[in-house]
């Protein structure tokens, strides 16, 4: 059993460079981000807040759907699934 976590370049730094990294997770997007939070620390802050909650200027999608429009950190991510992150950029 394994999932997908695409880490966009702007937070690669915070799992060694890596473009994708492979979880032994799955079931839900909450058991993912645990196991992302137990493994790389530094990179679960930068996704979701002191509550455990995803950050409002992160995105999560799993297997291409939003997770804000299914069921937020419940949302069921199955084996062989893969969950992007996406922080939003902001400038002009």
Avoid: F, K
């Avoid at 909450?30 to 137990?38: K, N, P, Q, S, Y």
């Avoid at 620390?41 to 429009?69: H, K, S, T």
């Avoid at 199955?78 to 950029?89: A, M």
């Amino acid at each position: 059993m394994s999932v997908t976590v695409l880490v966009p370049g702007v937070l690669r730094g915070e799992v060694g460079g890596a473009a994708h990294v492979d979880v032994g997770a799955a079931g839900t997007l909450r058991a993912v981000l645990d196991e992302v939070g137990a493994r790389w620390p530094r990179l679960e802050r930068r996704i979701r807040d002191e509550q455990g909650e995803v950050r409002r200027y992160v995105n999560v999608y799993v297997d291409g759907a939003d997770c804000r429009l299914a069921a937020g950190q419940d949302t069921v991510v199955p084996d062989g699934g893969e969950v992007r992150i996406l922080p939003s950029v902001a400038g002009g």
